[in-house]
């Protein structure tokens, strides 16, 4: 028996090194376990709060460059986009920030109540959806001008690093409500007077005067904040000649000049009406309330549906030719020119 046992835990032990996953194949599924090492309050109102992540065994993670994300698939499963915002070069750990926004949809909230120091966490990533060329490595810029309203500093802030480090000109303007809804206000003071913080309390609302001062040709801009300033700088941008404009918004896109539509459920035949200011996503949650989606901006794929008839008028960014032909669609921003789609819902 002894010898019989010897032979079964040699065995054992030889299986276990010949299937022994290489780390790497797991960085090449792009999809991993990962564990919160540290929890850090960032703005003073207690609202934004920053996760670092590790792996339990300490090993190097896939690398990444500023502007990049990280997929969490939180414990309740629902699965949510935070920008990397440490530094690249630590290449032990990844840190995003996330502000509690208890409207939005329950990611937030469960990342700030539900995740704490020593939770497992599975991530997958990092993408890169709002990528930065600096000026003299890729991009014909001669200058750079940030642009971050409150937690869109998350991208920002490795990138303001990598400008700095690189010796690039740059400058920012972080802007904000006022300044207890700013995180990591500490972080931007280290940058000296090229970082101007502007609230909106002190200030007033910024006009594109005041978010992109004395900006001309030859400048790269990077912005990403909420939906109304990014529609700013972009009409001032658009005015300027040979400039380049870069921007990320953390929430979903305006639906300009929409058409109403009918959705009919296939399972039940259940029809109901997508208004021509609404999303199909959001119309189909009313009645499906689990339905998966995640960056509600077209390029995650994970609210898709197959559409078994009507024309659907897409607007993402993430499927293929083959794929929208076969009768794929992403409902958080696709929709359809009147008429009536057939989802397998
Ligand atoms: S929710 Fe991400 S593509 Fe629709």
Same mark, same amino acid.
């Not at 630590?90 to 700030?112: C, F, K, L, M, N």
């Not at 459920?265 to 609404?278: K, M, P, Q």
């Given at each position: 028996m002894r010898?019989l046992?010897?032979?079964?835990?040699?065995?054992?032990?030889?299986?276990?090194?010949?299937? @022994?996953r290489?780390? &790497?194949?797991?960085v090449n599924d792009r999809?991993?376990?990962? $564990?919160?090492?540290?929890? @850090?309050i960032?703005?003073?109102?207690?609202?934004?709060? =920053?996760? #670092?992540l590790?792996?339990?065994?300490?090993r190097?993670?896939?690398?990444?460059?500023p502007?990049a994300?990280l997929?969490?698939?939180?414990?309740s499963g629902l699965?949510r986009q935070? =920008?990397?915002?440490?530094?690249?070069?630590?290449t032990r750990?990844?840190?995003?920030? $996330? &502000?509690?926004?208890p409207?939005g949809?329950?990611?937030s909230?469960?990342?700030?109540?539900a995740?704490?120091?020593g939770?497992?966490?599975? $991530?997958?990533g990092?993408r890169?959806?709002?990528?930065?060329?600096?000026?003299?490595?890729?991009?014909?810029?001669? &200058?750079?001008?940030?642009v971050a309203?409150?937690?869109?500093?998350t991208?920002i802030?490795?990138?303001?690093?990598?400008?700095? @480090?690189l010796?690039?000109e740059?400058?920012?303007?972080?802007?904000?409500?006022n &300044?207890?809804?700013?995180?990591f206000?500490?972080?931007?003071?280290?940058?000296?007077?090229?970082?101007? $913080?502007?609230?909106d309390?002190?200030? %007033?609302?910024?006009d594109?005067t005041a978010?992109?001062?004395? !900006?001309?040709p030859?400048t790269?801009?990077?912005?990403c904040?909420p939906v109304?300033?990014?529609a700013?700088i972009t009409?001032?941008v658009?005015?300027i000649?040979?400039?380049?404009?870069?921007?990320? #918004?953390?929430?979903?896109?305006? !639906?300009?000049n929409?058409?109403p539509f009918?959705?009919?459920?296939a399972s039940?035949g259940?029809v109901?009406?997508v208004?021509?200011?609404?999303?199909?996503?959001d119309?189909?949650?009313? =009645?499906?309330?689990?339905?998966p989606y995640s960056?509600?901006?077209?390029f995650c @794929?994970?609210?898709?549906?197959?559409?078994?008839?009507?024309?659907?008028d897409?607007h993402? =960014?993430a499927?293929?030719?083959?794929?929208?032909e076969? %009768?794929?669609?992403?409902v958080c921003?696709?929709r359809?020119e009147?008429? #009536?789609?057939?989802?397998d819902?």
């Amino acid at each position: 028996m002894r010898v019989l046992d010897a032979v079964a835990s040699a065995r054992l032990r030889w299986t276990t090194l010949v299937n @022994r996953r290489d780390p &790497r194949l797991e960085v090449n599924d792009r999809r991993f376990a990962l $564990v919160v090492t540290e929890r @850090r309050i960032e703005a003073r109102d207690q609202d934004v709060v =920053s996760l #670092r992540l590790a792996a339990a065994d300490g090993r190097a993670l896939p690398p990444w460059r500023p502007g990049a994300h990280l997929d969490l698939e939180l414990p309740s499963g629902l699965l949510r986009q935070y =920008s990397l915002c440490g530094d690249p070069a630590d290449t032990r750990a990844y840190r995003v920030a $996330v &502000r509690r926004i208890p409207e939005g949809g329950g990611g937030s909230v469960e990342v700030h109540d539900a995740l704490p120091v020593g939770s497992p966490l599975v $991530v997958r990533g990092p993408r890169n959806a709002f990528p930065f060329a600096v000026p003299g490595y890729g991009s014909p810029a001669t &200058r750079i001008h940030f642009v971050a309203g409150g937690i869109g500093i998350t991208p920002i802030l490795p990138m303001i690093g990598l400008a700095h @480090r690189l010796g690039v000109e740059w400058t920012m303007v972080y802007t904000g409500r006022n &300044r207890d809804t700013l995180p990591f206000l500490d972080e931007i003071a280290g940058f000296g007077d090229r970082a101007v $913080v502007r609230t909106d309390d002190e200030h %007033g609302l910024p006009d594109a005067t005041a978010l992109l001062p004395g !900006i001309g040709p030859g400048t790269a801009v990077y912005c990403c904040g909420p939906v109304p300033m990014i529609a700013v700088i972009t009409r001032a941008v658009s005015e300027i000649p040979s400039i380049e404009m870069h921007s990320e #918004r953390f929430s979903p896109p305006p !639906i300009v000049n929409g058409t109403p539509f009918e959705i009919r459920f296939a399972s039940t035949g259940d029809v109901v009406e997508v208004g021509a200011d609404r999303t199909a996503l959001d119309t189909i949650l009313e =009645s499906r309330p689990d339905h998966p989606y995640s960056c509600r901006q077209g390029f995650c @794929r994970t609210c898709k549906v197959q559409v078994l008839a009507g024309e659907p008028d897409h607007h993402d =960014s993430a499927l293929t030719a083959a794929e929208r032909e076969a %009768g794929q669609m992403l409902v958080c921003v696709s929709r359809a020119e009147g008429g #009536r789609l057939v989802l397998d819902l």
